[in-house]
T-cell receptor
Framework: ETGVTQTPRHLVMGMTNKKSLKCEQH?????MYWYKQSAKKPLELMFV???????ENNSVPSRFSPECPNSSHLFLHLHTLQPEDSALYLC???????????FGPGTRLTVT | EDQVTQSPEALRLQEGESSSLNCSYT??????LFWYRQDPGKGPEFLFT???AGEEKEKERLKATLTKKESFLHITAPKPEDSATYLC???????????FGPGTRLSVLP
């Protein structure tokens, strides 16, 4: 595997389900990010982890819970989501929190 | 509040017809301005980083420039494979946040 990988690529979940999105980077980077991309809206930064510590949390609802167990892996735990949470969720990594980011292919999430 | 706008929202060009995309920004001290390309169903692909007014970067048919208020992405003699959405983002000095613009959707017709 190379670059940034995300699993699953597609996810359909009900509002009462609990699921997790996984991201793995193979670039030796120290910072990782979660973004939300909705139709007709700009990319929204959700969380930033630098050296496994959360350094940014942009007022994201508590039904989204990130976890960064090491510098190569990032998870987004989801529970009791709403239909408006349906979107493309993108993971990215960078050498440091001030450098250009490299994105994964995203997880297309649909909440029914 | 840091803001990024991009124009036009969509642009259709004939193959070989050069043009420019605009990214205007408001930020409290710029650390860096980033250009990305995004193809449908894929994550954004990094193109350029610009750090200070007057800086220019080139890659194949693309050239990015930066002033104190805006950045331009010039596309010279585009080809159909240049069709994509082009995203601009800024990072303010002293922060970890990245603010993205809404993008310009470019279509290059053969």
């Amino acid at each position: 595997e190379t670059g940034v990988t995300q699993t699953p690529r597609h996810l359909v979940m009900g509002m009462t389900n609990k699921k997790s999105l996984k991201c793995e980077q193979h670039l030796g980077h120290n910072a990782m990010y979660w973004y939300k991309q909705s139709a007709k809206k700009p990319l929204e930064l959700m969380f930033v982890y630098s050296l496994e510590e959360r350094v940014e949390n942009n007022s994201v609802p508590s039904r989204f819970s990130p976890e960064c167990p090491n510098s190569s892996h990032l998870f987004l735990h989801l529970h009791t989501l709403q239909p408006e949470d349906s979107a493309l969720y993108l993971c990215a990594s960078s050498a440091a929190a001030t450098y250009e980011q490299y994105f994964g292919p995203g997880t297309r999430l649909t909440v029914t | 509040e840091d803001q990024v706008t991009q124009s036009p929202e969509a642009l259709r060009l004939q193959e070989g017809e050069s043009s420019s995309l605009n990214c205007s920004y408001t930020v409290s001290g710029l650390r860096g301005l980033f250009w990305y390309r995004q193809d449908p169903g894929k994550g954004p692909e990094f193109l350029f980083t610009l750090y200070s007014a007057g800086e220019e970067k080139e890659k194949e048919r693309l050239k990015a420039t930066l002033t104190k208020k805006e950045s331009f992405l010039h596309i010279t003699a585009p080809k159909p494979e240049d069709s994509a959405t082009y995203l601009c983002a800024v990072q303010a000095a002293g922060g970890q946040n990245f603010v993205f613009g809404p993008g310009t959707r470019l279509s290059v017709l053969p």
